[in-house]
């Protein structure tokens, strides 16, 4: 009876002591842990300062058991500079309520080293007790940094298909200009909905973003500058407006116009005249001959009884035969040559010679270079068409 005694006594105490130890568990709140800002996170400070989502995970409330958690915000030395009251309530860019995850948002008046450290307080309405827990401390930085500004085109303006944005590299809130070095600023810019876009890959104080919308309509614009800071990239908050495409950009049409003018414009092709001199011998007797082009135009000259004709083209050095003649009569003759003709008849060309130069008409397509322009200029003319007919397809 002793031993039974003995037994049901440490039973009970151990029951005891696991009860109490269940209590202090359940008033003991738990850690909070900061999940963001992450130690060591850069914010960019651009045009105005940072917004700053803090969470912290903890445990969710009860009925009798309610949890309060408070971010406290130090400077670089130490100083507390704020208390930012977290809610876990559905508000306060907390999208889910009571799970246990606490959020707001913190906005710095300065940029500088700062830490954060998460307060967390447990009210138990049960056992009318009070206790605080506090998370371990997080360390980030706000940094002053190059922003973009569109100068042009205004805001809600309207533009042509394609178009250029002309923006500045601004810095601090007296939008002093900013002159970048080596490779520390990029840019990024995109567009809701989306069009293709074409940035500089190492942009200056001013620069220009390309932007290709493929149907009209109104479209977002979105640009930002990412600078190097310690190795890593922050970005300022972007610069966005609206604009309305409304009409197809006529560039294509107007390069067109420009190459045709330039052919137009291209002096055309100088052409030699040249005087050939010819001895002709016939049953006859002999003759001399000077064939010279008129102009631009051919000159011909009849031998009637050989049936040839000898043709003096501008810009040749030599004379074309034509007319019946044989396999034993070539199609042209140089100077020098001696052709033999039926009938006894021989031509002996004895000279040829400058007789001046003439150059053909700006209209005319004389050159390899007008040639090229116009094929550019009907080839970019078809783009424009093209272009105009897809673009009105889709209006």
Not at 41 to 46: C, I
Not at 204 to 228: D, N
């Amino acid at each position: 009876m002793c031993r039974q005694g003995v037994s049901y006594t440490i039973l009970a105490g151990m029951l005891w002591l696991w009860c109490t130890c269940f209590a202090l568990a359940q008033q003991s709140p738990p850690v909070p842990e900061i999940i963001s800002p992450r130690h060591g996170d850069v914010y960019a400070w651009g045009r105005v300062a940072p917004t700053i989502r803090i969470e912290v995970r903890a445990a969710p409330s009860s009925a009798t058991v309610r949890h309060y958690v408070t971010a406290n915000v130090f400077a670089q030395d130490g100083r507390l500079i704020d208390r930012v009251p977290l809610y876990d309530d559905g508000t306060h860019n907390d999208t889910v309520t009571n799970d246990g995850t606490f959020i707001s948002t913190y906005i710095p008046s300065e940029p500088g080293i700062f830490q954060v450290k998460a307060r967390l307080e447990q009210q138990d309405t049960l056992l009318r007790s009070r206790s605080e827990k506090w998370s371990d401390t997080v360390t980030f930085s706000v940094e002053q940094v190059p922003y973009v500004q569109i100068v042009w085109p205004k805001p809600n303006s309207r533009v042509t298909s394609h178009s250029k944005l002309s923006c500045m590299l601004l810095f601090g809130s007296e939008k002093r200009t900013y002159a970048p070095t080596r490779d520390e600023v990029r840019v990024r810019c995109w567009s809701e909905p989306a069009a293709s876009i074409v940035v500089p890959e190492k942009p200056s104080s001013e620069f220009s973003v390309r932007i290709e919308f493929p149907r009209p309509g109104k479209y977002q614009l979105f640009v930002s500058a990412q600078t190097l800071r310690n190795g890593r990239w922050i970005e300022s908050e972007p610069y966005n407006m609206w604009v309305n495409v409304t009409t197809v950009s006529w560039r294509w049409f107007y390069l067109s116009a420009l190459l045709l003018l330039l052919a137009l414009l291209v002096p055309g092709k100088k052409v030699t005249l040249y005087r050939h001199e010819l001895r002709i011998v016939t049953p006859d007797g002999e003759q001399k001959v000077e064939i010279k082009p008129n102009k631009l135009a051919s000159v011909s000259y009849d031998i009637p009884g050989a049936k040839i004709q000898l043709i003096a083209q501008p810009g040749q050095r030599l004379l074309n035969v034509a007319g019946g003649h044989g396999e034993h009569i070539p199609d042209t003759v140089k100077e020098g040559e001696t052709l033999s003709l039926p009938g006894g008849y021989k031509v002996y060309y004895t000279s040829c010679r400058i007789a001046g130069s003439i150059r053909v008409p700006r209209y005319k397509i004389s050159t390899r270079l007008k040639r090229n322009l116009i094929i550019a200029s009907a080839v970019l003319l078809i783009i424009q068409i093209w272009t105009y007919w897809h673009f009105t397809r889709l209006t």
